[in-house]
């Protein structure tokens, strides 16, 4: 395993439970196609959506992500699992069908949809860049936030069976 330095964060200015999710449009991309989709075009009035915001694509921390939610079964015992992260559709596609994992995840290569959520993590050493914060968002068929977890270190990984008992999902 290659050394990595753990940075602390600090809290994020997130979004918390109770608040409106603000709405956007990227590609959504799945292992055969992508197309521009909006959040609320996803949503549906008959179950909740889980966002699931990590690094960019190719990371340890996001391959290790969607490992743990794919062995977990996340596909199959959530109404909707999405994922965003600041990579762009290509390698998103690619990294999909390469691990045959079933979710989608939108690409949002400016990391706006993460500001606007409040948890962008610049990039040590690359002005300009950044990336999501690790963060898992349950959210409501009206587009509210029902729970929330973000990472307040890097790298950071949520404490899955807590977050499965929390989100209905055990």
């Known amino acids: 395993m290659p050394d990595f330095e753990v940075v602390e964060l600090g809290s994020a200015d997130s979004l918390e439970p109770g608040a409106e999710v603000p709405d956007f449009t990227r590609p959504l991309v799945t292992d055969e ?50 994922g965003v992260t600041a990579s762009t559709p290509y390698g998103i596609s690619r990294f999909l069908d390469e691990n045959e994992f079933p979710f989608a995840i939108f690409a949002d290569p400016g990391n706006d949809v993460a500001d606007s959520f ?33 990472a307040t270190e890097w790298p950071e990984f949520p404490d899955y069976d807590a977050l499965e008992s929390q989100l209905g999902l055990e």
């Open 118 to 150: 409040g948890i962008p993590h610049d990039l040590d050493g690359m002005a300009g860049i950044s990336e999501p914060r690790t963060a898992v968002f349950a959210l409501d068929p009206e587009l509210t936030v029902e729970a929330a977890w973000v």
């Open 33 to 82: 196609f992508w197309e521009d989709r909006s959040l609320s075009e996803t949503s549906s009035d008959e179950g909740r959506t889980i966002l699931v915001f990590t690094p960019m694509i190719g990371s340890f921390v996001a391959k290790y992500i969607w490992d743990e939610l794919a062995d977990r079964d996340w596909f199959d015992r959530a109404d909707r699992v999405i």
